[in-house]
Every structure is written in structure tokens, then in C-alpha cells.
């Protein structure tokens, strides 16, 4: 009796701590906020469609839903818009009241939509190549909130790849040479490349395994989906010479030779995906989605037949799970048409990456149009939105609403089974993705005036401030209100971040910036966020946005005064040449302070988190290598300069703007300044400056260093006190 006591007062203990939990639903109210299992009443309902509804019993609001990820959905819309708490990536946790509010009647919504997928290869390198299970865990229960119920997953592939090439006769060493480093396996398992970053110790494959398990332990708890890398020709590039493989040449990616491809009429196609999907099974099990992207981004198809290859890549699949489906990335030309018109409509699932400006589902209005859509396949309307994990504020506001509707009247919604959110890198615009994470959910077309209302107070409770509406108001006319006609590839980058130059205008490669909107709108946002700080109780996510926000007005600001660098400069007046010179370094730094405030703005952070994974001291070197090459100059001097990949995940963030992009302005100023003086102009080595930054090893804060509220107004102050 006395040991019975004693578990149940175990049992209870755990139970307060948030440690166990009846149902997953649970467990993941009690990570939102401790008793909040205690405050919210959860009932699952069988349906053959998935709903949820949101009602009140006993004095206590009441979720149902046909599974957990549906009742994770309604529970999120009920902290949105009842209690005016909004669970983002910046803050994922709340106090919620003792007492909650109670909807009246039952709000009840359904969807068609079957899949809402997640995540773009590159999401797993740019933002969470470095995550623990803390951060995955916390993530996994954004996903549930928002809907999502089927992911891609590629933790722990390399594993699975290592194995294979031991079996097939390769040695670890020669293995580690094809798997890719840390920060850059989405590329090669993209078949973009081979071995950049790496090699990869056994302690990271050993904790790559670890953590894949409990994530999908934990997808499956909560009922999301889970999409794993499937086999889909790639070998590595000297195959043909250690294996006898019959392999075509994709040739290269941005200067780094591509993986070879293992022609499906070879007879040992199908040998090699069975050991794959055999070595894959007993890592992590069987999945029922598998996501295979051949010849992605510009892979030479020549000498393929492309029909043979997709029946290859298909039987292989179904030889490992009848009930598998393809899922395939359309970017570009791919999925070739020829690759897949005749496999069975059913099969397989296309994503759109880039619905929201280069639709492909078959819209007469897209530049990237397919006049077939996608020949009777599956399909998902998808949100890319940012690319390289680049900062800065820009969206679609009402076209990504109006597309969609678009897409759901025509004569392709009957094909239209998915909508998903397939960005580069997240924990940025966090408004985008509320929004589309939302569309399954809204049957009728809405207007995003109103949703924007209702979006400002449930991210900052209800705060009901006339200069935030207006802030907003301003952000949505202008950064946020792209039109269909605007093609630029994620945000309009900041000047502090780019190579120093005096013809420069965007920062990476493929950026297509355009002047869509008036900066001195985001400015004017930002004076109002400010002036709204002295008066509101400043929440997780208002300290957030007005840091983003005041950031991107200084961002353009530092634009204008380059400007008249450049014309001062042209000009040949020497004393403004010196004064604005100044100006935009003292911009800079500026900038570098005020973002040292807000731990999501921060270069230490990431820094951190990659050497945390190291279990010595040379594995957290290395991992931090991966970390700071990633974010600059992306590749070797090859791929970087003539392959066009540096800056390409540029971020502006603390230290970085102070240690990295300060020294190439100013030495860049320098030499500009010394050609008043009749010196030639210095040949700088920019590759050589930035390589040397990504070679140290010096520690960075990763934490707050001040209040952001003060920050933000006192950075405010000094840039537009002029």
C-alpha cells in the first residue's frame, strides 16, 4: 500500500512538472504553460474529414477534432482569437489566465485539404541544421499548432547513406568524402553535391540517429506524417569507376560537381534502392511519403530516358511500402514532365515550391507556366516566401489569399490536395505563415484588411493601439503588399550586408530585388512601433516585431545614405564623401547594438548551437566552421566567387554586422578615400577577409544584452535624429 502511495505521489509529481501526460495533446499544453491540460477540455471525435470545433463544458473551453494534430489546430485558433495569445517561433510559450473566456455557441471548421505539408530541404540546413531535441520538440509542437501534418525530414539520411556505401564496398573514410558537413546536407541530398562541409565524425552520426528517433517517435505520437529522403538514382560521382555503374553526368552546381546518377536501365538500379530502403527501415521504420527530386535545380538530364527513370524510381518505392507516395519538389523544370506523366495519378504528390509568384499548377498568368499542370497528379499549393534564410520583412499579403482561391475554382482543384509551407528559412515574417498556415481552414475567400486586425491583436493580446493598426496598415501597403507582378526572390536585402561596391543593390546572387514599395513607408512603421513601445505592455511578440521592424527602416535608411556616398564620391566632394562615409558606419554599428537585444537577431546563437553538438573540442570547431561558412561565403572560393553562392544565406545579425560586414565597408571606404588623394584604387580581396572571419573561433553573446524596447528606441533616435 505504502509503495502503491508513493507511485501515485510520483505519478502526480511528473504530472505538475508537464513530464507525463495522458494524451499528446496534453503534453503539449503543459509545454505552452504549465496547468494548461487542467484549463482546456480536449475530445477526440471520429469524421472522415478533418475539423475542429471550439465550444465550452462545464465552464471551460472545449476543443474537439477527428485527430490530434486537428484539435492542436483549434486549440491554436482559441489562444489566437479568444484569448489573444499567439504562439510563434519567437515565443512558443504563455501565462494563460486562471480563468479562460468561453466561446459562445460552437465555431467549427473543416477542411478538404489533406495535406499540410512542411519544409523545403534547404529549411533543414539554413535555420535547423544545428538543433537539439529541445529545439525540434518545440518546433514539432509549432507544427501540430499550425496544422501541419505532414513533414520532410532528413535528420539522421546520412546515416542511412553511410551504410549503404559500407555495403557497398566503400570504406568509412571514402563514404565521409560523398556525405556532406553539417550545415550543407540538404544540397547534397539534392544531388547538388558531394562532401562540402564534412567529414563527419561517428559521434555525430551516432547523435544524428538518436535525435531522427525521437523526432519521428514524436511525429507519430502527435500524428504527423512523416516525408523521408527515398532513392532516387544518386551514387557518388566515381561509381562507374569502383562499381562498374552505368551513370549519367548532371554535371555541375554553382562549381561543385554534382553526385552521378545511376541510369534505371542499369541492373543493379533496383539492388541499390533496396539496400537504401533496407538500411532506412531499420534505422527508422517505414514511411508512407517519400521525397525524391532527381536533376533538381539545373541537373543535366542528357542520355535518360526520363520515363524509364521515373518507372525506376516508382517500382522502387512500392517494392519497399505498396502504400508509399512520391513527393517531388517542382522547381524549375523538374519534375520533368516526361519523369512522371505516365506513372499512376495517386502515387505521388507534387509540390508547388513557389505558388505564391511562380505557380506551376497550371495558372495562364505564371512565368513559370505548365499549361497541363501537373498531368493529373496530386498536388500542393506552396508558400517558398524566403530564400537563404535572409532577414528582412516582405510578403504577399492579398495575392498569396487571391492565388489560392485562384488555384481552388480551377480546373485544376480537383487535384489540389495539399497546401504547404515551403520556405528556405523560418523564424522570420512570422505573419506570412500564420496566414497561409490558415487557408485550409477558411472555405471563403477573405480580404486581408480584416485578418490583419485580427492577426495584430492576437499577437499582442488584445493591446488595441491605434499606432500598432497603423504601423501595420503601412507594413501591409507596402513590403508586405507585393503584387503578383513582383518576382524577387525573398526580402529586399539590406545594403549593410552587402560586398562593398559602388554600383551596389541587391546582396546575393539571384535576389531579382525591385522597388515595389516606398521605404519611407516602413519607416514611418517603424516611428509608430516605437512611439507605441512608450505606451503599451511590450509582449514577447511586439518586443519581437518592433526590433524587426525598426531593423528594416534602419536597413533602408542605410540605403539612402549609400546613395549619397556614391554621389559624393561621383562628385568628387571629398568632405561629404568623409561625412557619409561615417554616417553609414556609425549606421552599421547602430544596427549591430540594437539587434544584440533579442537573442533571434543574434550570430551567437547559432554559433552556440552548433558547438553544443561537438563532444570535443575539435568536433565544435568544426561545427562552427559549418555554421559561420554557411552564412557567408557559403562555398570555396570556386563555388562562392564564379558559382555566385556567397552571401546567398547572408543574415544581419549582431556580431556578424560588427565583425564581418563592418571591416569590408570600411576597408572598402578607405581605399575610396584614398583615391582623393590621387592613390590608385586598392584591389580589395574580399573572399580572403571573409574566409579569415569564417576560420575563428571567438565566442559571441548569445543572450538579450539590454532591453529591447530601449534599444530599439534608442537606435531609432540616433539613425533619424539627422
Known amino acids: 500500500m505504502k509503495q502503491n502511495r508513493t507511485l501515485l505521489t510520483v505519478f502526480l509529481f511528473l504530472m505538475s512538472l508537464g513530464l507525463f501526460a495522458a494524451t499528446p495533446i496534453e503534453g503539449l499544453l503543459e509545454r505552452i504553460d504549465k496547468g494548461a491540460s487542467r484549463k482546456i477540455l480536449t475530445e477526440t471525435v471520429r469524421s472522415d474529414r478533418d475539423f ?125 568524402q560523398f556525405i556532406a558537413g553539417p550545415g550543407f546536407q540538404a544540397w547534397w541530398l539534392m544531388n547538388n553535391l558531394e562532401g562540402w562541409g564534412g567529414p563527419n565524425s561517428d559521434n555525430w552520426y551516432k547523435q544524428r540517429e538518436r535525435l531522427q528517433k525521437q523526432i519521428m517517435k514524436r511525429m507519430k505520437e502527435l500524428g504527423i506524417n512523416v516525408c523521408l529522403p527515398g532513392y532516387s538514382g544518386m551514387v557518388p560521382h566515381d561509381a562507374k569507376q569502383r562499381l562498374g555503374l552505368d551513370v549519367a553526368d548532371p554535371g555541375k552546381w554553382n562549381d561543385y560537381k554534382r553526385p552521378a546518377f545511376l541510369l534505371p536501365t542499369d541492373k543493379r538500379f533496383a539492388e541499390i534502392a533496396a539496400i537504401y530502403y533496407k538500411e532506412m527501415q531499420k534505422l527508422y521504420g517505414k514511411a508512407d511519403y517519400y521525397s525524391m527530386d532527381p536533376f533538381h535545380e539545373g541537373g543535366n538530364p542528357r542520355g535518360v530516358d526520363l520515363g524509364k527513370a521515373g518507372e525506376a524510381i516508382m517500382v522502387a518505392m512500392k517494392a519497399a511500402n505498396p502504400k508509399a507516395v512520391w513527393v517531388a519538389q517542382a522547381w524549375g523544370a523538374c519534375p520533368y514532365p ?130 500598432v493598426h497603423d504601423a501595420w496598415m503601412l507594413l501591409a501597403r507596402s513590403v508586405y503588399g507585393a503584387s503578383d507582378k513582383v518576382l524577387e ?38 516611428r509608430l512601433m516605437v512611439e507605441a513601445s512608450h505606451e503599451v505592455k511590450a509582449n514577447a511578440n511586439f518586443r519581437y516585431d518592433l526590433i524587426d521592424i525598426t531593423r528594416q527602416a534602419i536597413a533602408e535608411q542605410a540605403r539612402y545614405v549609400y546613395a549619397e556616398i556614391v554621389a559624393a564620391y561621383k562628385a568628387k ?9 561615417k554616417h553609414f558606419l556609425d549606421i552599421l554599428l547602430q544596427q549591430d547594438r540594437m539587434l544584440s537585444s533579442m537573442p533571434d537577431f543574434m550570430v551567437g546563437g547559432w554559433i552556440r548551437s552548433a558547438r553544443n553538438l561537438g563532444t570535443n573540442a575539435q568536433e565544435s570547431d568544426h561545427y562552427e566552421w559549418n555554421a559561420r561558412v554557411q552564412i557567408t561565403t557559403w562555398g570555396n572560393r570556386n563555388a562562392a566567387e564564379k558559382g555566385g553562392l556567397r552571401e546567398y544565406a547572408h543574415k544581419e545579425w549582431n556580431g556578424v554586422l560588427a565583425d564581418f560586414y563592418y571591416p569590408r565597408w570600411k576597408a572598402y571606404f578607405e581605399a575610396l578615400a584614398a583615391t582623393f588623394d590621387g592613390k590608385p584604387m586598392k584591389n580589395i580581396d574580399f573572399y580572403a577577409m571573409d574566409e579569415e572571419w569564417t576560420l575563428k573561433h571567438n565566442a559571441y553573446p548569445y543572450e538579450a544584452q539590454g532591453d529591447a524596447v530601449e534599444f530599439a528606441q534608442k537606435a531609432f533616435e540616433e539613425v533619424f535624429k539627422k
Not at 566632394?573 to 562615409?581: H, L, P, S, V, W
Request: hydrophobic share 35%; glycine share 8%; proline share 3%.
Open 52 to 176: 475542429f470545433e471550439i465550444t465550452s463544458r462545464d465552464g471551460k473551453p472545449l476543443v474537439r477534432g477527428n485527430n490530434y494534430v486537428s484539435i492542436a489546430s483549434g486549440i491554436n485558433w482559441y489562444l489566437k482569437y479568444s484569448v489573444g495569445v499567439h504562439l510563434t517561433w519567437n515565443s512558443m510559450h504563455a501565462t494563460l489566465p486562471a480563468t479562460l473566456p468561453l466561446v459562445q455557441g460552437v465555431e467549427r471548421h473543416t477542411t478538404d485539404i489533406k495535406h499540410r505539408y512542411y519544409l523545403n530541404y534547404c529549411t533543414l540546413s539554413y535555420s535547423m541544421a544545428f538543433w537539439d531535441w529541445k529545439r525540434w520538440e518545440q518546433e514539432l509542437d509549432w507544427m501540430a499548432l499550425h496544422g501541419i501534418n505532414l513533414c520532410l525530414d532528413i535528420v539522421g539520411t546520412d546515416v542511412v547513406w553511410r551504410n549503404v556505401l559500407l555495403k557497398l564496398g566503400y570504406s568509412k573514410d571514402e563514404a565521409n
Open 338 to 467: 516526361a519523369m512522371i506523366k505516365h506513372l499512376k495519378n495517386g502515387d505521388m504528390l507534387v509540390l508547388d515550391l513557389y505558388s505564391e509568384t511562380r505557380p506551376q499548377w497550371g495558372d495562364p498568368e505564371s512565368t513559370w507556366l505548365r499549361k497541363d499542370g501537373f498531368n493529373g497528379h496530386d498536388w500542393a499549393f506552396c508558400m517558398l516566401l524566403n530564400f537563404g534564410g535572409n532577414v528582412g520583412l516582405y510578403g504577399k499579403l492579398q495575392h498569396v489569399v487571391d492565388e489560392y482561391y485562384k488555384a481552388r475554382q480551377s480546373k485544376f482543384a480537383s487535384t489540389l490536395k495539399g497546401v504547404g509551407l515551403t520556405m528556405e528559412g523560418i523564424e522570420n515574417n512570422p505573419i506570412m505563415y500564420e496566414l497561409v498556415s490558415e487557408l485550409p481552414w477558411r472555405n471563403n475567400k477573405f480580404g486581408w484588411q480584416e485578418w490583419l486586425n485580427s492577426y495584430v491583436e492576437a499577437r499582442y493580446g488584445n493591446i488595441n493601439n491605434t499606432k
Open 489 to 526: 526572390q525573398g526580402c529586399h536585402e539590406s545594403v549593410l550586408c552587402a560586398r562593398p561596391a559602388l554600383d551596389v543593390y541587391q546582396v546575393s546572387s539571384w535576389s531579382e530585388m525591385e522597388e515595389f514599395y516606398n521605404p519611407d513607408d516602413v519607416i514611418r512603421a517603424a
Open 573 to 581: 566632394d571629398r568632405k561629404m564623401f568623409d561625412y557619409t562615409t
